[in-house]
């Protein structure tokens, strides 16, 4: 197994120190409770949120606050599978990181509504462009008038639901010299198997980490297995101050990319 560091070089280390993966077992029934600060007199969430404390696994992103970044890096650390479906798909970043993960050999399919009410531009011009990047892309079923799905399942484990179609107004951006933005909800819920749970086995790797330093104040403590290559794992594992993480050979990148991305939000 490779280990990547918050120094991002990569050595070989005796796999120990936090065993979580068993509890996960124990954690996963659990009910979805999703707050976000409406009528519980808190502030409302403006941005990236994390959803209340019954979730395991679910965020919520509020547009326009959050802008582009969490669709296109989440895109951009796609390792097997993209597929997407949506009523409106003009944002040059979003399409750029689609055609990023086809050129990796990532298997992205689209669906675009045909023929949208003010979507702009034409729906065919997109689907040939992206179908040039060596992306599967079609028309939603010509049998309903209007297919107003919204949706993206990446690498069969992170499910995307949302109220955004992928436009400027929705994302952060303007729409055209009106400078209209939209007011929009996503949420991104996760496998707990496939992404670390930090809520439930995350409040269990902090209590190992305090009980091993109070112990052994120069411990060396991380992750070995997939996690340690997926990308909010990796962030969460630097927040918590871990040495390292553990993964196979072709996760590699996007740990490192993670563990950089880490660095720099801290």
């Given amino acids: 197994m490779y280990h990547i560091f918050s120094k991002y070089k990569i050595g070989i280390f005796p796999l120990t120190y936090l065993v979580v993966a068993a509890l996960c077992v124990l954690l996963a029934g659990c009910d979805i409770n999703i707050g976000v600060g409406g009528s519980g007199g808190g502030a409302p969430c403006q941005s990236n949120c994390t959803a209340g404390s019954?979730?395991?696994?679910?965020r919520v992103i509020v547009e326009p606050n959050a802008g582009d970044r969490p669709i296109s890096d989440a895109i951009r650390g796609a390792q097997k599978s993209v597929w997407l479906e949506i009523y409106l798909l003009t944002d040059r970043n979003v399409i750029s990181a689609l055609e990023e993960a086809a050129n990796r050999g990532v298997d992205v399919r689209v669906m675009l509504e045909p023929h949208p009410v003010g979507g702009g531009t034409s729906p065919t011009r997109t689907i040939d462009q992206l179908r040039a990047a060596g992306i599967k892309a079609q028309p939603?079923?010509?049998?309903?008038?209007?297919?107003?799905?919204k949706g993206m399942i990446i690498d069969a484990n992170t499910a995307f639901i949302m109220t955004s179609n992928f436009t400027r107004s929705a994302l952060g951006g303007s729409s055209g010299s009106s400078g209209f933005r939209n007011r929009e909800y996503d949420i991104i819920d996760t496998n707990p198997f496939a992404s670390i749970d930090q809520k439930g086995v995350g409040r269990l790797m902090e209590i190992t980490r305090d009980l091993g330093r109070k112990t052994r104040p120069d411990i060396k403590l991380g992750i070995c297995g997939e996690h340690g290559g997926e990308p909010a794992s990796v962030k969460f594992c630097h927040r918590l101050g871990l040495d390292y993480v553990s993964c196979s050979p072709f996760r590699i990148p996007i740990a490192?990319?993670?563990?950089?991305?880490?660095?720099?939000?801290?």
């Fill in 54 to 58: 019954g979730v395991h696994g679910v």
């Fill in 256 to 266: 490192r990319l993670a563990a950089a991305q880490a660095a720099l939000e801290s």
């Fill in 140 to 149: 939603t079923d010509a049998s309903f008038a209007l297919t107003h799905e």
